[in-house]
């Protein structure tokens, strides 16, 4: 029930652009993405809801791929803060948010 | 959004006795859930609590080992009980709030987080 991220580690140089995949074996209801910083607590990135509904950070953007169940998290010319690990959430309608296993994204100046 | 406060931040804690940690959101809220990290890895999700009600566990999780409590609609507590080292790992406890601006979803907050470490 564990959605699968890939890659599970990024190393970019400031300025480059990253993707980030989900995916699930499950139907989804919502996908949420989650950055985390070493020793911090997870911060909320981005929701897209099945329907297309979503909402998010003025500079990353992601996907959802219903039928595919997949979503992608794409953030763009990269900065030096958007190091951290990257989750993806998926919720299947109950509420509970079910995390992978994360994408360690680390941008070299 | 929700501003959530744990305690303690960590704690020492030998074999064989508990540990119970708070979770203090500043404004009500209905759901929250308790969540396992262990040291480079994932978000586990160790149980639901709703007030008023006993709370949902995750496969792998049972009240014995965790009881949480939920008195009110801004507390909970997750107890850690019979320690041993494999529970060495972070809690988080985390709080669902309507994102509001006209969506229809939740937004979910996560406390700081309580690193315990058993010897």
């Known amino acids: 029930q564990q959605p699968v991220q890939s890659p599970q580690a990024v190393i970019l140089r400031e300025g480059e652009d990253a993707v980030i995949n989900c995916s699930s074996s499950?139907?989804?209801?919502?996908v949420h993405w989650y950055r985390q910083k070493h020793g911090e607590a997870p911060v909320f990135l981005m929701i897209?809801?099945?329907?297309?509904e979503q909402k998010g950070h003025e500079k990353i953007s992601a996907s959802f791929n219903e039928k595919k169940q997949q979503s992608s998290l794409y953030l763009t010319a990269s900065q030096l803060s958007y190091s951290g690990t990257y989750f993806c959430?998926?919720?299947?309608?109950?509420?509970?948010?079910?995390f992978g296993k994360g994408t360690r994204l680390h941008i070299l100046p | 959004s929700a501003v959530i406060s744990q305690k303690p931040s960590r704690d020492i804690c030998q074999r064989g006795t508990s540990l119970t940690i708070q979770c203090q959101v500043d404004?009500?809220?209905?759901?929250m859930f308790w969540y396992r990290q262990q040291p480079g890895q994932s978000l586990t999700l160790i149980a639901t609590a709703n007030q008023g009600s006993e709370a949902t566990y995750e496969s792998g999780f049972v009240i014995d080992k965790f009881p949480i409590s939920r008195p009110n609609l801004t507390f909970s507590t997750l107890t850690v009980s019979n320690l041993s080292p494999e529970d060495s790992s972070i809690y988080l406890c985390s709080v669902e709030k309507p994102t509001g601006g006209g969506y229809s979803y939740n937004e979910q907050f996560f406390g700081p987080g309580t690193r315990l470490t058993v010897l």
């Open positions: 959430g998926t919720e299947l309608r109950d509420d509970k948010i079910i």
């Open positions: 897209l809801l099945k329907g297309g």
């Open positions: 499950k139907a989804l209801y919502s």
């Open positions: 404004s009500q809220v209905t759901m």
